[in-house]
């Protein structure tokens, strides 16, 4: 049958949350998820979605999915910022995170997105080899990513 490319549905989530998971051990992080299943379900199903999700299935099974929201740049205009393409551990290595990746560029397409932005850990080498051989990435050493946690936030 083939991968196919669909957008998410709610009872989709828990599959989300576990390859959430999946990714937070791979990148060495296994205690930073703190994000719940009622929260994925009222910040991507709610009266107000803030986020889309792709999933990649085959034979009714997923296998990776994209998770991506919009953003607008004051230089450009509207964005789509990648959150994580997330491919199981099993499945990696058959061309589900190119087609995952494809899909979200015709999004951006489709909605006539200005630029598409997301981040790779400096050691993921295989993916960022596989942004810069595949797609021409520009991977931008020249900004540093800033943040406050939500610990830091209600501390000011």
């Given at each position: 049958?083939?991968?196919?490319?669909?957008?998410?549905?709610?009872?989709?989530?828990?599959e989300v949350l576990e390859m959430i998971k999946e990714l937070a051990v791979y990148e060495k992080a296994p205690d930073e998820v703190t994000v719940t299943l009622e929260e994925l379900e009222e910040d991507g199903f709610g009266d107000n979605p803030i986020y889309e999700t792709?999933?990649?299935?085959?034979?009714?099974?997923?296998?990776?999915m994209a998770f991506f929201f919009y953003s607008?740049?004051?230089?450009?205009?509207?964005?789509?910022?990648?959150?994580?393409?997330?491919?199981?551990?099993q499945y990696r290595g058959k061309g589900i995170g190119e087609k995952l990746f494809d899909a979200l560029i015709e999004r951006c397409?489709?909605?006539?997105?200005?630029?598409?932005?997301?981040?790779?850990?400096?050691?993921?080498?295989?993916?960022?080899e596989?942004?810069?051989k595949k797609y021409n990435a520009h991977v931008d050493g020249g900004w540093?990513?800033?943040?406050?946690?939500?610990?830091?936030?209600?501390?000011i």
């Open positions: 049958m083939g991968i196919n490319i669909r957008k998410a549905e709610k009872d989709d989530l828990p792709f999933v990649a299935e085959e034979d009714n099974v997923i296998k990776g607008y740049s004051t230089w450009k205009g509207k964005c789509i910022y990648l959150e994580d393409i997330i491919v199981k551990e397409k489709k909605d006539n997105a200005k630029r598409l932005m997301w981040q790779v850990l400096d050691w993921n080498t295989p993916a960022i596989f942004y810069k540093l990513n800033c943040k406050l946690t939500k610990e830091e936030i209600d501390k």
